[in-house]
Nanobody, 125 residues
Framework: QVQLVESGGGLVQPGGSLRLSCQAS????????MSWYRQAPGKQRELVAA???????SYADSVKARFTISRDIYKNTVYLQMNSLKPEDTAVYYC???????????????????WGQGTQVTVSS
């Protein structure tokens, strides 16, 4: 079993900052990529930011220069630092990990996606 536990969401005023954390635990041999998605009411889930096992990061255009994704490979944890928050950033944020649970998956390059339960971020005055 693999669990992803998110924390750090909340209510913040426009222009403010929040830092999300997501720790993966359980049967994990190797984590390939970790990422953050978000889903606003009535909209589809969208990719916000992703970071590879080598540390390469990518971002949605809407959050570039405002959000920073980082990763602690020893703690199996990914972070999302969100600055200059806007009302349109309001959404439930989900953590995703693409990983190989056991060694046999790793050597055959088999990976599986796991999701956190989501954390609410509300940007409002």
């Amino acid at each position: 079993q693999v669990q992803l536990v998110e924390s750090g969401g909340g209510l913040v005023q426009p222009g403010g900052s929040l830092r999300l954390s997501c720790q993966a635990s359980g049967s994990i041999f190797s984590i390939k990529d970790m990422s953050w998605y978000r889903q606003a009411p009535g909209k589809q889930r969208e990719l916000v930011a992703a970071v590879t096992s080598g540390g390469s990061a990518s971002y949605a255009d809407s959050v570039k220069a405002r959000f920073t994704i980082s990763r602690d490979i020893y703690k199996n944890t990914v972070y999302l630092q969100m600055n200059s928050l806007k009302p349109e950033d309001t959404a439930v944020y989900y953590c995703n990990a693409r990983l190989s649970p056991v060694y046999s998956d790793y050597i055959y390059d088999r990976t599986y996606d796991y999701w956190g339960q989501g954390t609410q971020v509300t940007v409002s005055s």
